[in-house]
């Protein structure tokens, strides 16, 4: 899980040093195997009676020196993201995520195809939402000169490209 803050925000910290701290409850975590809260900048209630629930909090501090060091960094970016919580999906497989996602690419001297597959799996959680404004990073080198979306209808953004830091 990767948290994208806009390069403004370090501006806002600068000028609050004590903001509110962020926290995020993960639902259905029993689901999950191999959790990897970022130990710099993760907080977690371990004594939680709920196995299906898991609370976590952002150590402000740590994070506001991580985005200033990044934002010196670099000061061009117009977002910076930031890994948060690495996990696995538990073996029940493919039909216990709520995203199916298949990614294939193709590399030759003059050109990379790129192809990105999903299907919202309904049935994989108690209460489906609809799912909105889907996003896919990629970093590109050398420009994009075609884009084919077959559906749902697809754009190619490349005035917000996110810098990892």
Not at 16 to 32: G, H, I, Q, W
Not at 134 to 140: D, E, G, N
């Amino acid at each position: 899980m990767v948290l994208s803050f806009p390069a403004g925000i370090t501006r806002h910290f600068a000028n609050n040093p004590t903001p509110a701290v962020l926290t995020f409850r993960v639902l259905n975590y029993n689901r999950l195997e191999h959790v990897l809260p970022n130990p710099q900048l993760l907080c977690c209630d371990t004594t939680q009676s709920d196995a299906n629930t898991k609370e976590f909090w952002v150590n402000m501090p740590n994070l506001m020196t991580h985005l200033k060091k990044v934002s010196e960094q670099k000061p061009q970016a117009t977002y910076y993201n930031v890994d948060m919580l690495k996990y696995q999906v538990s073996a029940q497989g493919i039909q216990s995520t709520p995203l199916n996602l298949a990614v294939s690419w193709r590399c030759d001297p003059a050109s990379t195809d790129l192809r990105i597959d999903y299907k919202y799996n309904t049935e994989a959680m108690t209460t489906p939402v609809a799912l909105n404004n889907v996003q896919f990073l990629v970093p590109v080198d050398g420009g994009v000169t075609k884009l084919q979306a077959v559906l749902p209808p697809a754009v190619w953004n490349a005035k917000d490209i996110v810098e990892d830091p």
